[in-house]
């Protein structure tokens, strides 16, 4: 598919062409990964963050924000619950909190990896190669980092550089954990103040272009205590907007573009459209579902944008919910670690891999 191509799609509005693009993700979907919908246990560890990015409820300039930080017992407790369940995976994510330092998150992996069948899946933004090569050491499977953005320009302006540091450059981190064998995922916002079609289409085409295993998709949701919360949508008029049918788009076209990558329904897109967006996700081109583990006192803090969905739900609960939808859609539960398809034919096949 040709870049002229992804981005007439993105404007497509004939529900006959998008039928076809729904029922083509779907086909797509069914013959690279199957009817597995994988699950993934969620536990936000910290809501502390060190940086300032203008779409974030985390970034460090929001004092109103009740930061928490989980102990290494609050931690392994949440853990129990997710290998209960069944879970092959769970996601460790957090803001950069620096108090998560080498040391003490390869001290957890460890942990984690001798007392249980998990995979472990960080998602705890920008760190060094130092790091990223411990916790791999350690026996970490996979890494999450979204580089939110393709456009450098756009990205420039969102995404500051950490206090101290040079620019921020989530691309060659995403190579070198690649590099190092990590599941690597990766991903955007739909709908950021400024994003056009054009370069919208272009994050598709780098997803391809990367070989990324795992790719999330999501709606931009405006905080009101950031510097992107009030703006008013971009006057260009090839401003992407922020909504679910966006999101179903890139989700369709990610799937055909790389049809053998993990591609989760995102919280955000089931926040904007809580009715339908998990299971319309599901059917056009998802095929993960992370739901949320963590401790119900901690949630409101962990304010990343604001009604995040299921945030009343427990892990147990939501679980419970997503494997009625999963019957309902006519799919399955996956019941091993759900290792993207791409990884195990891949030359950076984990060691640890059943
Ligand atoms: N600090 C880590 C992980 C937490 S943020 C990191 O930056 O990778 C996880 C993702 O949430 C981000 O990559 C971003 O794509 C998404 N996100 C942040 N703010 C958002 C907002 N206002 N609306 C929608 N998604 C948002």
Known sequence: MHHRDILSTLRETSPEALADLWK??????????????HLRGLLEISSHCARSCLYCGLRAENKGLTRYRMTREEILACLKEIAGAGYGTVVLQSGEDPALNIDWMAGLIQDIKSSS??????SLGEQSDAALEAWREAGADRYLLRFETSHAGLYGRIHPPRKGSGASDRLRILRKLMALGYETGSGVMVGIPGQTHEMLAA??????????????????????????????????ADQV???DLMVFKAMALTRILCPGTNIPVTTALSTINQEKGRELGLRRGGNVIMPNFTPLKFRASYAIYPEKACIRDSGI??????????????????????????????????????
């Not at 083509?24 to 919908?37: H, M, N």
């Not at 790719?215 to 260009?236: C, E, K, M």
């Not at 679980?319 to 398809?341: C, S």
């Open 117 to 122: 069948r998990l995979a472990v899946t960080l």
């Open 203 to 236: 994050d598709i085409a780098l997803f391809r272009d990367l070989g990324l295993h795992m790719v999330g998709v999501g709606p931009f949701i405006p905080h009101p205590d950031t510097p992107l919360g009030g703006a008013p949508a971009s006057d260009t």
């Open 241 to 243: 907007p922020p909504t």
């Open 24 to 37: 083509r993700a779907d086909a797509v979907r069914r013959e690279a990964v199957g009817p597995d919908v």
């Open 317 to 354: 609960e939501s679980d419970r919910k997503v494997r009625e939808l999963i019957k309902r859609v006519g799919r399955q539960a996956g019941t091993g670690r759900g290792d993207a398809p791409a990884m195990k034919d891949g030359p950076n096949r984990n060691s640890n891999q059943r």
